[in-house]
């Protein structure tokens, strides 16, 4: 089955780095879409930023220039690089996945699978 585990989250000083790592088992990585989301205590799920099997990216407009998504075939991970942070990045960050292979509704794909989630805290 498919499986996806996410890591590299952690405590983050405002204006610091971090790069979440999403590792993908159970399916054909390069050729399925790749997003991230991300949930914050008592709000809803947000939508950050997915890169398709073409390589195509999109970015919500509250991370555009700050965040870079970018994907490793051979070694079935999708990586979050997270630059410039605020305290209103934090929040779980999820790794998901389109639900099909070599999917036609960029950028808005059907979403079949999701990772447990990675905390990430930005402190002021």
């Known amino acids: 089955q498919v499986q996806l585990v996410e890591s590299g989250g952690g405590v983050v000083q405002a204006g610091g780095s971090l790069r979440l790592s999403c590792a993908a088992s159970?399916?054909?990585?390069?050729?399925?879409?790749m997003g991230w989301f991300r949930q914050a205590p008592g709000k809803d799920r947000e939508f950050v930023t997915a890169?398709?099997?073409?390589?195509?990216?999109y970015y919500a407009d509250s991370v555009k220039g700050r965040f870079t998504i970018s994907r490793d075939n051979a070694e079935n991970t999708v990586y979050l690089r997270m630059d410039s942070l605020k305290p209103e990045d934090s929040a779980a960050y999820y790794c998901?996945?389109?639900?099909?292979?070599?999917?036609?509704?960029?950028?808005?794909?059907?979403?079949?699978?999701w990772g447990q989630g990675t905390n990430v805290t930005v402190s002021s």
């Open positions: 998901a996945t389109e639900g099909v292979a070599h999917g036609t509704r960029w950028p808005r794909p059907d979403w079949g699978y």
């Open positions: 159970g399916l054909t990585f390069s050729s399925y879409t």
């Open positions: 890169i398709s099997w073409t390589y195509h990216t």
